[in-house]
């Protein structure tokens, strides 16, 4: 049974805390997203990675940061550099970057206490 | 600098209404247009568009693209409940591989 999978569902961060936001992918994808998306604001991307031990800044990269080290996972670490972390976030994957389909998991809802 | 935008960007309308989603785009290096539907939480693929005045359809969803007129239109037919949602438009950027994203349009059908 392919897909991508998000953990947690819900995360609570405190002022301060680095937290990390994990992403799997069993499709076989070579290229991984990672989106944040605000109420009227779209989707937003924050890193992408094309291949493995590779990856690059998207619009709003600052206060985030990324590994990949397995084809099949793209870990998010949501920094205390990050101020207004509140957002829902959706890790997506291609079969490779040069415009195929994104596939979604289902998404991770950060929540600030 | 590459844009995508939807209109309207919120409809509501009866069970049983047609409706038509509209998407402009102007990015570099164009590869391809996208549409998804969420609901809630992840976005789910709908169509992927890349040559100019072909229908894609699926049941009552149907869409073309207009690689002249730099615009994509998704149809709805006989709308049910079940289709509300937030639709979303993304345009494939060839020179910087990546998908640029419309707001969205907000779709709730009543009944």
């Known amino acids: 049974d392919g897909g991508i999978t998000q953990s947690p569902k819900y995360l609570f961060r405190k002022e301060g805390q680095n937290v990390t936001l994990s992403c799997e992918q069993n499709?076989?994808?070579?290229?991984m997203y990672w989106y944040r998306q605000d109420p009227g604001q779209g989707l937003r991307l924050i890193y992408y990675?094309?291949?493995?031990?590779?990856?690059q800044k998207g619009d709003i990269a600052e206060g985030y940061s990324v590994s990949r080290e397995k084809k099949e996972s793209f870990p998010l670490t949501v920094t205390s550099a990050q101020k207004n972390p509140t957002a829902f976030y959706l890790c997506?994957?291609?079969?490779?970057?040069?415009?195929?389909?994104?596939?979604f998991g289902p998404g991770t809802r950060l929540l600030v206490l | 600098e590459d844009k995508v935008v939807q209109s309207p960007l919120s409809l509501v309308v009866h069970e049983g209404d047609t409706v038509t989603l509209n998407c402009s785009y102007e990015?570099?290096?164009?590869?391809?247009l996208l549409w998804y539907k969420q609901e809630k939480k992840a976005p789910t693929f709908l169509f992927m568009l890349?040559?100019s005045g072909i229908e894609k359809k699926s049941g009552r969803l149907s869409s073309i693209l207009d690689k002249k007129e730099l615009f994509s239109i998704l149809n709805i037919t006989a709308t049910q409940t079940g289709d509300s949602a937030i639709y979303l438009c993304?345009?494939?950027?060839?020179?910087?591989?990546?998908?640029?994203w419309g707001l969205g349009t907000s779709l709730a059908v009543n009944p």
């Open positions: 990675s094309q291949i493995v031990n590779d990856f």
């Open positions: 890349t040559s």
């Open positions: 499709l076989n994808h070579d290229a």
């Open positions: 997506a994957s291609s079969m490779t970057s040069g415009g195929e389909t994104q596939y």
């Open positions: 993304a345009a494939f950027a060839g020179n910087n591989r990546k998908l640029i």
């Open positions: 990015v570099t290096n164009f590869r391809s």
